[in-house]
């Protein structure tokens, strides 16, 4: 039966299309079948391509990661001496208060880089504060610590976006915490000293749960606020919350 005037049927081609950071792109190229009936007509899948907003977000966190680094390192002075004073190395329990900002900017943003990015302005602006460590240590092990976190994510091609995937990228990054004190503090032929395998195990188990699960929650409570709808991870809180 012919069309009537003004009607417009939908070709396959129009139906099957793939969103990419709000954006449609037809994906009948790749040779893919049309999409049976029920099925969804739009998918949505991760762009790689950092934008505006995503470098405001994560410098953001970055600079505020940055003044909670430098008062943390004030407050804690005292219990860490004491911590260490009871088991040697048991004060790297205090790790996770600086591990946060490579994983919340990774589970935010989600681009390959945010980790190593947010780290790295944190530890710049950091050593600019005045932290207690020379400045160009303090950028070195910010730059680990973005790198562990990173790599995680990294390894599971930047798909995994739940709470054990960010508290393995929390205990990554006290991995590369402990690994940049373990060789500065010439305690690499003595495993059991000040920052040998208590303080490996304290600072993996701070990092999962300091820098991991409780940055899980803070991501999500600042998520169904809506401030993070113009990001994939911020639709994701939301929707589910429906």
């Given at each position: 039966?012919?069309?009537?005037?003004?009607?417009?049927?939908?070709?396959?081609?129009?139906?099957?299309?793939?969103?990419?950071?709000?954006?449609?792109?037809?994906?009948?190229?790749?040779?893919?079948?049309?999409?049976?009936?029920?099925?969804?007509?739009?998918?949505?899948?991760?762009?790689?391509?950092?934008?505006?907003?995503?470098?405001?977000?994560?410098?953001?966190?970055?600079?505020?990661?940055?003044?909670?680094?430098?008062?943390?390192?004030?407050?804690?002075?005292?219990?860490?001496?004491?911590?260490?004073?009871?088991?040697?190395?048991?004060?790297?329990?205090?790790?996770?208060?600086?591990?946060?900002?490579?994983?919340?900017?990774?589970?935010?943003?989600?681009?390959?880089?945010?980790?190593?990015?947010?780290?790295?302005?944190?530890?710049?602006?950091?050593?600019?504060?005045?932290?207690?460590?020379?400045?160009?240590?303090?950028?070195?092990?910010?730059?680990?610590?973005?790198?562990?976190?990173?790599?995680?994510?990294?390894?599971?091609?930047?798909?995994?976006?739940?709470?054990?995937?960010?508290?393995?990228?929390?205990?990554?990054?006290?991995?590369?915490?402990?690994?940049?004190?373990?060789?500065?503090?010439?305690?690499?032929?003595n495993l059991t000293g000040p920052y040998?395998?208590?303080?490996?195990?304290?600072?993996l188990i701070s990092g999962a749960l300091?820098?991991?699960?409780?940055?899980?929650?803070?991501?999500?409570?600042?998520?169904?606020?809506?401030?993070?709808?113009?990001?994939?991870?911020?639709?994701?809180?939301?929707?589910?919350?429906?």
């Open positions: 039966m012919p069309e009537r005037d003004g009607a417009h049927r939908e070709r396959p081609e129009e139906r099957h299309k793939i969103m990419t950071d709000g954006h449609f792109i037809n994906n009948t190229a790749s040779g893919s079948e049309p999409e049976s009936e029920g099925t969804p007509s739009q998918v949505r899948i991760p762009s790689k391509r950092w934008r505006v907003v995503d470098i405001a977000v994560a410098s953001v966190i970055g600079v505020a990661s940055a003044v909670i680094y430098w008062v943390v390192a004030m407050v804690t002075t005292i219990p860490w001496s004491f911590l260490d004073g009871v088991v040697p190395g048991l004060g790297g329990i205090l790790n996770g208060l600086y591990l946060f900002a490579g994983p919340l900017a990774s589970v935010i943003v989600r681009k390959p880089g945010a980790a190593v990015y947010a780290e790295l302005v944190a530890a710049i602006l950091e050593s600019l504060l005045g932290s207690l460590w020379v400045p160009v240590e303090t950028i070195l092990i910010g730059l680990l610590q973005g790198f562990m976190a990173e790599l995680v994510f990294m390894l599971l091609r930047y798909r995994r976006w739940n709470m054990s995937t960010v508290a393995l990228s929390g205990a990554a990054a006290g991995f590369g915490c402990w690994l940049y004190s373990f060789c500065t503090h010439l305690q690499a032929i040998g395998v208590i303080y490996l195990i304290a600072t300091i820098a991991g699960v409780l940055v899980w929650y803070l991501y999500k409570a600042i998520a169904a606020t809506g401030a993070l709808d113009r990001f994939a991870s911020g639709r994701d809180i939301r929707m589910a919350g429906k």
